[in-house]
């Protein structure tokens, strides 16, 4: 279930902080805490667990501001557009698609900082057409997708891009781990074909990026983070892709990272 969500700008100036995914992040955890505290505390403090791993199940994409319409200046982005705009997403089953869209209805989002006060109203809820989902789907990433491997000797790790060694291999695993826990949740399990192996295949079309952000900027350091924007085609189960394309890809899905878009 994906939503289009129409922000119209209250604050004048506008003045965000370019690392903004953290305060999204908050601002859709406090909208679901206000509709169902103990569902958003689920969320937040555990998720769904499974292999070792935790997943939330839902993304967000990059602001759509339209073109002209903002400038930086430093870390900081001023915003003069009335409108913009936010696509987010979540795997959830249909039983509940009201209750996540009812969530965000006459709401506001804030980006407050120590710098200043930004407020957006959500005007206007669009719900998505959804995705039929075959075996072999190509996608272009909306966010910064990120795919990092544990270091054996210390508490950090490293992240990869496309071209790196293990890349592929750390993205497909991910992926089915994300899978297996989602359908460890379904009762009864349904039955998705396993038997496709699934396979990764970036798009050389000169597309790729990378971006570093910072995470919970208001830290002291705040946490630093790594994704590259590109396009890739991917073969798996359609119930796999599904997976993906609705809870994201790779890590720090619910921060803002690896959503996606179908090419």
Known sequence: MRFRLTLRRLSTPCNIPINYQSYISANIYRLLELADAQYAAFLHDKGYEGEGKRFKYF?????????????MRESRMLINAPVV???TSFLVDKTVEKFVAGVFQDQHLYINDAFAHNDFLI???EMLPTVAF???MRFSCQSPLIITRKNKHNKHCTYLAPGDALYHEIFIENLRSKHQTYLSQQLPHNGSNTQIPPQLEVLNNGKMSS???TLKPWLK???KVKGCLFDFE?????EMLKVGFYGGFGSNCAQGFGMVEVI
Request: charged share 20%; hydrophobic share 35%; net charge positive.
């Open 211 to 213: 971006k570093l952000i």
């Open 221 to 223: 350091q705040g946490i």
């Open 59 to 71: 993304t967000f994409g990059q602001l759509k501001i339209p073109r002209g319409k903002w400038q």
């Open 85 to 87: 705009h936010l696509e």
């Open 234 to 238: 991917l073969t798996a189960p359609p």
């Open 134 to 136: 075959g075996e072999m």
């Open 123 to 125: 005007e206007q809820i």
